[in-house]
């Protein structure tokens, strides 16, 4: 069984086909790397009117156990990222979800650092890991490049997650039961260190009073509509820590994902979060969009999009935030893309001040190695 592997980061979906490239490389190493830079400008209301540009590089290393030589079913991978550049939403807009998934400011850090084993229709994985590569993602949504779309705000905002870019140490479990139904469960250091005591995330510790957070989600694929895919996810976790030895923090939630495609061209997805108010700020997250392919006859490859993602704030003096993004994929080559976008933030609410409405722009491109 060959043995593939998706990774998604800052709404960038990249498929990993281990068995299948080191087979023709003769190789058991592959490496690669990848760039994305965002120019972004904040046209008007928010924090103030302003442009800035902010980048992500990541430099990726794989090991297959079995053209080494070794054994079957094994994989090692390792990645490491930096983040440069200006802040736009935290220096411009102003807005609570995030308008660019790899908003991060200045760092150089381990990203990923991980081995797993196959074993038939299951898969283990130890080590430092993306809780938001395996759970809680959408295909389609991650053509967009507003945060909430690749994690729920709910679930981001209101637990210490093991995610772009500051991950954790942790243990995955995947069985794939059938065609049909997948069911996958994480366990997670439940406070990871932050960037000030921990700069480049290459220095880990578990104790009690770190605590743990654990995620488990249930998969169904299949499509309502004949012939075409259809992907449903329902995922519950749970966050346990200590914030002073005699205080135990206990916090958890739900959430669901749908992506299902309507056509050859059109599909659409929705994502849920759910926690308890008295616990949580944004207790209520909603999302429904679609991508488009092939919107210009002679650009097939070409995605358009558009999408609505909506977080339910409590106790903030300007309420709920509700982002409206548009965004347009042009592929240049199997390499290399460009992408306009544009995104409306309705009541900005990542600060303690009432902001006007912004309208965001952006041009982001991407280059794989």
Request: glycine fraction near 10%.
């Amino acid at each position: 069984m060959k043995t593939v592997y998706r990774l998604v980061l800052a709404g960038m979906s990249v498929t990993l086909g281990f068995g299948e490239i080191q087979a023709q490389m003769k190789s058991p190493f592959n490496f690669e790397a990848s760039y994305i830079g965002d120019v972004v400008s904040n046209l008007s209301g928010g924090i103030k009117t302003g442009t800035t540009y902010l980048g992500l590089a990541n430099l990726k290393a794989g090991f297959n156990t079995e053209t080494a030589g070794w054994w079957k079913g094994g994989d090692a991978f390792v990645n490491i990222g930096n983040t440069h550049g200006g802040e736009p939403s935290r220096v411009l807009v102003g807005d609570f979800q995030g308008v660019s998934n790899i908003e991060a400011g200045n760092l150089t850090f381990l990203y990923e650092l991980w081995y797993r084993q196959n074993f038939g229709n299951v898969r283990m994985t130890f080590g430092l890991q993306d809780l938001n590569a395996d759970f809680a993602t959408s295909e389609n949504g991650t053509l967009f490049t507003n945060s909430s779309f690749g994690i729920h705000s709910s679930i981001a905002d209101n637990v210490a997650l093991p995610i772009f870019p500051l991950t954790a140490l942790g243990a995955n479990i995947c069985w794939n039961i059938s065609d049909t139904f997948l069911w996958e469960a994480a366990v997670f250091d439940g406070t990871p260190d932050d960037f000030e005591t921990n700069p480049y995330n290459t220095e880990w510790k578990l104790s009690k009073n770190q605590g743990f957070l654990a995620v488990t989600e249930f998969q169904i694929k299949k499509s309502f509509i004949k012939g075409k895919s259809g992907s449903y996810k329902l995922g519950v976790y749970y966050h346990q820590h200590n914030d002073t030895i005699d205080a135990e923090q206990k916090n958890g939630g739900f959430y669901f994902v749908g992506d299902q495609q309507i056509n050859n061209k059109l599909s659409v997805f929705s994502q849920i979060g759910l926690s308890p108010k008295r616990m949580n700020k944004n207790n209520r997250y909603y999302s429904i969009g679609l991508n488009y392919k092939g919107l210009i006859n002679k650009r097939p490859e070409d995605q358009f999009g558009m999408a609505v993602a909506y977080a339910a704030i409590d106790g903030n003096i300007v309420g709920s935030e509700t982002v409206v993004e548009l965004t347009y994929k042009l592929e240049i080559n199997e390499n290399i893309y460009v992408r306009p976008d544009i995104q409306y933030i309705i009541h900005p609410a990542g600060t303690a001040d009432k902001l006007d409405n912004a309208l965001v722009g952006f041009i982001r491109f991407g280059v794989d190695f």
